[in-house]
């Protein structure tokens, strides 16, 4: 969630990038923070959503560049263990302090 408890969509194209430690690609704006993702994926029919088919969760931790800090990420999510891109993505922001 943003500082104003709202969610924030990001490009996919963008997040593939960040994914993939792109040094080019950066989000200023959750440098230093780690962010909680949900990456859903619907099915649907024009504009209209029939069923949610999948809904998956991970962090992505941010270092202070904004950029995606990748020892931190392969700790947390394995080497191997990168989410595939859909075709959106809700991001909550967190100071990266447990509750």
């Known amino acids: ?42 099915e649907v029919a024009g504009r209209q959503v029939l069923s949610i088919r999948n809904a998956d969760y991970f962090l992505l931790p941010f270092d202070d560049k904004g950029r995606i800090e990748k020892k931190e990420w392969r700790k947390i999510h394995g080497r191997k263990n990168t989410p595939q891109i859909g075709e959106s993505l809700e991001i909550e922001v967190s100071d990266g302090k447990e509750e």
Request: charged fraction near 35%; include cysteine; hydrophobic fraction near 40%.
């Open 1 to 42: 969630m943003d500082d104003n408890d709202s969610l924030q969509r990001i490009p996919m194209a963008r997040l593939d990038r960040l994914l993939h430690f792109d040094r080019r690609e950066s989000l200023q704006q959750y440098a230093g923070k780690r962010v909680r993702c949900a990456m859903v994926f619907l």
